[in-house]
Protein backbone atom coordinates (compact mmCIF):
# COMPACT_ATOMS: atom_id res chain seq x y z
CA UNK A 1 0.00 0.00 0.00
CA UNK A 2 2.78 2.45 0.63
CA UNK A 3 3.51 3.10 -3.06
CA UNK A 4 -0.01 3.67 -3.15
CA UNK A 5 -0.34 5.92 -0.52
CA UNK A 6 2.93 7.95 -2.07
CA UNK A 7 1.13 8.61 -5.33
CA UNK A 8 -1.86 9.57 -3.96
CA UNK A 9 -0.18 12.15 -1.84
CA UNK A 10 2.04 13.55 -4.75
CA UNK A 11 -1.30 13.68 -6.94
CA UNK A 12 -3.20 15.48 -4.06
CA UNK A 13 0.20 17.68 -3.95
CA UNK A 14 -0.05 18.59 -7.48
CA UNK A 15 -3.57 19.65 -7.21
CA UNK A 16 -3.22 22.88 -5.39
CA UNK A 17 -3.32 25.19 -7.92
CA UNK A 18 -1.48 28.06 -7.29
CA UNK A 19 -1.89 30.06 -9.77
CA UNK A 20 -6.02 30.31 -8.67
CA UNK A 21 -4.86 30.11 -4.86
CA UNK A 22 -2.50 33.12 -5.13
CA UNK A 23 -4.65 34.89 -7.11
CA UNK A 24 -7.69 34.70 -4.49
CA UNK A 25 -5.02 35.73 -1.73
CA UNK A 26 -4.36 38.70 -4.21
CA UNK A 27 -7.58 39.66 -4.56
CA UNK A 28 -7.01 39.39 -8.50
CA UNK A 29 -9.90 37.34 -10.64
CA UNK A 30 -9.50 33.68 -11.28
CA UNK A 31 -6.97 32.82 -13.72
CA UNK A 32 -9.12 30.71 -15.93
CA UNK A 33 -11.63 33.57 -16.35
CA UNK A 34 -9.23 35.94 -18.58
CA UNK A 35 -6.22 35.52 -21.41
CA UNK A 36 -5.35 32.21 -21.80
CA UNK A 37 -7.62 31.04 -19.00
CA UNK A 38 -4.78 28.73 -18.16
CA UNK A 39 -3.85 28.66 -14.44
CA UNK A 40 -0.04 29.32 -14.45
CA UNK A 41 2.54 31.74 -13.63
CA UNK A 42 2.28 33.35 -17.19
CA UNK A 43 -1.17 33.97 -17.70
CA UNK A 44 -0.96 35.66 -14.14
CA UNK A 45 1.14 37.80 -15.21
CA UNK A 46 -1.53 38.93 -17.83
CA UNK A 47 -3.39 40.98 -14.65
CA UNK A 48 -0.24 42.76 -14.27
CA UNK A 49 0.63 41.70 -10.60
CA UNK A 50 4.35 40.34 -10.89
CA UNK A 51 4.52 39.51 -7.57
CA UNK A 52 1.43 36.73 -8.05
CA UNK A 53 2.99 35.74 -10.70
CA UNK A 54 6.32 35.00 -9.43
CA UNK A 55 4.57 33.39 -5.92
CA UNK A 56 2.32 31.70 -8.57
CA UNK A 57 5.64 29.88 -10.67
CA UNK A 58 7.51 29.64 -7.03
CA UNK A 59 4.80 27.39 -5.50
CA UNK A 60 4.08 25.54 -8.93
CA UNK A 61 8.08 24.65 -8.88
CA UNK A 62 8.22 23.58 -5.24
CA UNK A 63 5.49 21.40 -4.91
CA UNK A 64 6.96 19.45 -8.17
CA UNK A 65 9.98 19.52 -6.03
CA UNK A 66 8.64 18.27 -2.98
CA UNK A 67 6.76 15.40 -4.08
CA UNK A 68 9.99 14.00 -5.67
CA UNK A 69 12.22 14.86 -2.36
CA UNK A 70 9.09 13.20 -0.49
CA UNK A 71 8.81 10.25 -2.91
CA UNK A 72 13.10 10.16 -2.50
CA UNK A 73 13.02 9.70 1.36
CA UNK A 74 10.23 7.37 1.54
CA UNK A 75 11.84 5.06 -1.07
CA UNK A 76 15.23 5.45 0.69
CA UNK A 77 13.90 4.68 4.57
CA UNK A 78 11.66 1.86 3.59
CA UNK A 79 13.51 0.28 0.78
CA UNK A 80 11.72 1.01 -2.41
CA UNK A 81 12.86 1.15 -5.64
CA UNK A 82 13.46 4.30 -8.15
CA UNK A 83 9.93 3.61 -10.05
CA UNK A 84 8.03 4.74 -6.73
CA UNK A 85 10.12 8.10 -7.36
CA UNK A 86 9.01 7.97 -10.83
CA UNK A 87 5.70 7.03 -10.35
CA UNK A 88 5.38 9.96 -8.31
CA UNK A 89 6.83 12.25 -10.61
CA UNK A 90 4.15 11.71 -13.28
CA UNK A 91 1.11 12.10 -10.39
CA UNK A 92 2.22 15.68 -9.10
CA UNK A 93 2.23 16.60 -12.95
CA UNK A 94 -1.22 14.66 -12.93
CA UNK A 95 -2.33 16.72 -10.14
CA UNK A 96 -1.39 19.85 -11.26
CA UNK A 97 -2.77 19.33 -14.80
CA UNK A 98 -6.21 17.85 -13.47
CA UNK A 99 -6.15 18.95 -9.94
CA UNK A 100 -9.28 16.96 -7.73
CA UNK A 101 -9.40 20.51 -5.79
CA UNK A 102 -10.49 22.83 -8.58
CA UNK A 103 -12.79 20.63 -10.46
CA UNK A 104 -9.78 19.02 -12.40
CA UNK A 105 -9.32 22.46 -14.32
CA UNK A 106 -5.34 22.73 -13.92
CA UNK A 107 -2.11 24.05 -15.85
CA UNK A 108 0.19 23.43 -18.11
CA UNK A 109 2.58 21.97 -15.97
CA UNK A 110 5.93 23.84 -17.05
CA UNK A 111 6.93 25.22 -13.48
CA UNK A 112 5.91 21.70 -11.58
CA UNK A 113 8.12 20.08 -14.00
CA UNK A 114 10.74 22.49 -13.50
CA UNK A 115 10.74 21.66 -9.85
CA UNK A 116 10.51 18.02 -10.54
CA UNK A 117 14.09 17.90 -12.97
CA UNK A 118 15.37 19.59 -10.43
CA UNK A 119 15.38 17.08 -7.21
CA UNK A 120 15.54 14.31 -10.04
CA UNK A 121 18.81 15.41 -10.92
CA UNK A 122 20.00 19.52 -10.37
CA UNK A 123 22.14 19.26 -14.20
CA UNK A 124 18.66 18.33 -15.77
CA UNK A 125 16.70 20.56 -14.06
CA UNK A 126 19.29 23.40 -14.49
CA UNK A 127 20.22 22.89 -18.30
CA UNK A 128 16.73 22.55 -19.07
CA UNK A 129 15.99 26.10 -16.85
CA UNK A 130 18.65 27.06 -18.77
CA UNK A 131 17.31 26.56 -22.19
CA UNK A 132 13.61 27.96 -21.20
CA UNK A 133 14.75 31.32 -20.01
CA UNK A 134 17.26 31.80 -22.88
CA UNK A 135 14.04 31.39 -25.94
CA UNK A 136 11.81 32.94 -23.37
CA UNK A 137 13.91 36.20 -22.94
CA UNK A 138 15.04 36.06 -26.53
CA UNK A 139 11.60 35.46 -28.26
CA UNK A 140 9.32 36.69 -25.71
CA UNK A 141 7.32 33.60 -25.71
CA UNK A 142 6.83 31.30 -23.22
CA UNK A 143 5.05 28.44 -24.58
CA UNK A 144 7.70 28.26 -27.57
CA UNK A 145 10.21 28.08 -24.60
CA UNK A 146 8.43 25.45 -22.53
CA UNK A 147 7.87 23.39 -25.70
CA UNK A 148 11.74 23.52 -26.61
CA UNK A 149 12.09 23.05 -22.93
CA UNK A 150 10.13 19.59 -23.14
CA UNK A 151 12.45 18.48 -26.23
CA UNK A 152 15.44 18.60 -24.61
CA UNK A 153 14.45 17.20 -20.69
CA UNK A 154 13.62 13.50 -21.86
CA UNK A 155 17.77 13.87 -23.70
CA UNK A 156 19.09 15.39 -20.32
CA UNK A 157 17.35 12.18 -18.34
CA UNK A 158 18.97 9.98 -20.62
CA UNK A 159 22.10 11.43 -20.33
CA UNK A 160 22.60 11.52 -16.40
CA UNK A 161 19.63 9.71 -15.01
CA UNK A 162 20.26 6.13 -14.02
CA UNK A 163 16.74 4.64 -13.78
CA UNK A 164 15.21 3.76 -16.66
CA UNK A 165 11.44 4.11 -14.87
CA UNK A 166 12.80 7.67 -14.24
CA UNK A 167 13.85 8.50 -17.29
CA UNK A 168 10.35 7.12 -18.41
CA UNK A 169 9.05 9.44 -16.66
CA UNK A 170 10.58 12.64 -17.28
CA UNK A 171 9.19 11.38 -21.41
CA UNK A 172 5.96 10.78 -20.31
CA UNK A 173 5.83 14.16 -18.45
CA UNK A 174 6.73 15.98 -21.60
CA UNK A 175 4.68 14.62 -23.83
CA UNK A 176 1.89 15.56 -21.58
CA UNK A 177 2.87 19.01 -21.52
CA UNK A 178 3.32 19.04 -25.34
CA UNK A 179 0.15 18.16 -25.73
CA UNK A 180 -1.01 20.51 -23.17
CA UNK A 181 0.18 23.08 -25.37
CA UNK A 182 -1.82 22.10 -28.65
CA UNK A 183 -3.77 25.33 -28.60
CA UNK A 184 -0.40 26.97 -28.40
CA UNK A 185 1.34 25.08 -31.02
CA UNK A 186 -1.56 25.90 -33.26
CA UNK A 187 -1.03 29.52 -32.69
CA UNK A 188 2.68 29.79 -32.88
CA UNK A 189 2.17 28.14 -36.49
CA UNK A 190 -0.57 30.75 -37.54
CA UNK A 191 1.70 33.76 -35.91
CA UNK A 192 -1.15 34.11 -33.08
CA UNK A 193 0.45 33.38 -30.03
CA UNK A 194 1.18 35.70 -27.42
CA UNK A 195 3.96 37.31 -25.71
CA UNK A 196 5.00 37.12 -22.41
CA UNK A 197 3.60 39.84 -19.88
CA UNK A 198 0.54 40.65 -22.59
CA UNK A 199 -1.85 42.36 -20.64
CA UNK A 200 -5.73 40.70 -20.36
CA UNK A 201 -7.03 43.42 -22.84
CA UNK A 202 -4.91 42.64 -25.27
CA UNK A 203 -5.78 38.36 -25.21
Sequence with gaps: MTPLILILVSYLIGSLSFAVIVSKAS???????YGSGNPGATNVLRSGNKKAALLTLLGDALKGWLAIVLAQAAA????LGPEVIALAAVAVTVGHMWPIFFSFKGGKGVATAAGILL??????GLLT???WLVVAKGMKIS????????LLAPVLAWVWLTSSAQIAAVFVISVLLIWRHERNIRD???GKE????EQ????
Design 129 to 131: LLL
Design 119 to 124: ALDWRV
Design 76 to 79: RSLG
Design 188 to 190: LLT
Design 200 to 203: VDKQ
Design 27 to 33: GLADPRS
Design 143 to 150: SLAALLAA
Design 194 to 197: GQIG
